[in-house]
């Protein structure tokens, strides 16, 4: 694995851990790591070793969101803008669409951008001691990095444009009580819970979960005709796998089943 400016790779079995690593500055996202979460998010995407992917913040805070005082960040013109709006697209789809399962351990601070890499995974754990912020209209902004597209599929929509259009802090316990969690733990279970969901998730079928994973996202983008026809063509890709026998013959055989992937 190459080495990150911004970033901390560890990989333990079959589980990767991505540290966002600018303790200083709450992990505020540079020009820099928004580049390289879209390249280890790539990464992870195509190493066969890696079945779950952890996201998580150095120094207590998740992330903080666009470090604004980092001049790459900053642009000049509308059009120079848009162009680098259309790279923070990619960098967008490039972790909401890993095939792999992928967890969020917040422990802090996780506002505006920060906030959405959170949501934008497929499970959210937090400690007692986190926050959630949308700030991005307190900076004249309208909510990015996939945000929209994450507070409208875990939130009721009024529920989601409260938290976009005033740009409150929320605290954990707030954001449990409207859904956005997966688990709320005290501070010093959060490492243990995650722990236990990374690799009861790296033991599952690798390409099951990826297809489970697409059905799921673009669910709301289907009609019922067309969901059906997902699910009935990706029901036919895992009937033919060697996972789904190895399944078979761990239940007749009253053992765990030992997934490859294949």
């Known amino acids: 694995m190459p080495e990150f400016e911004s970033l901390v790779w560890e990989q333990e ?8 690593n600018r303790p200083q500055k709450k992990n505020a996202m540079s020009w820099v790591m928004f580049n390289e979460i879209q390249a280890v998010f790539d990464r992870a995407a195509s190493e066969r070793q890696v079945r779950c992917v952890v996201l998580t913040g150095a120094g207590g805070a998740f992330c903080s969101g666009a470090d604004l005082s980092d001049p790459a960040n900053l642009v000049s013109s509308t059009g120079e803008f848009k162009e680098r709006m259309r790279i923070i697209d990619g960098i967008v789809r490039s972790f909401l669409r890993c095939p792999k399962p992928t967890i969020a351990k917040v422990t802090g601070v996780a506002a505006g951008a920060g ?17 959630f912020a949308e700030l ?61 969901l990374a690799h009861r998730l790296a033991a599952m079928p690798p390409q099951t979960l990826a297809l489970i994973k697409e059905n799921l996202n673009r669910a709301h983008e289907r009609s019922l005709e067309e969901n059906l026809e997902a699910e009935s063509i990706s029901q036919a890709f895992t009937f033919g796998t060697e996972d789904m026998r190895e399944a078979v013959q761990a239940f007749i055989e009253k053992r765990e089943p030992r997934f490859t992937g294949r």
Not at 13 to 20: K, S
Not at 115 to 126: E, I, K, P, Q, Y
Not at 167 to 174: D, F, L, N, P
């Open 115 to 131: 906030c959405n890499l959170a949501l934008g995974c497929d499970l959210v754990v937090a400690s007692t001691t986190a926050s």
């Open 136 to 196: 991005f209209v307190k900076r004249g902004l309208v909510v990015d990095f996939g945000g929209t597209w994450a507070l409208s599929r875990l939130l009721p929509l009024n529920k989601a444009k409260e938290l976009a259009l005033l740009g409150e802090t929320i605290s954990a316990q707030e954001a449990d009580r409207l859904g956005l969690l997966n688990r709320l733990c005290e501070p010093e279970e959060v490492d243990a819970v995650v722990k236990d």
């Open 13 to 20: 079995g079959a589980v990767a851990t991505i540290t966002l």
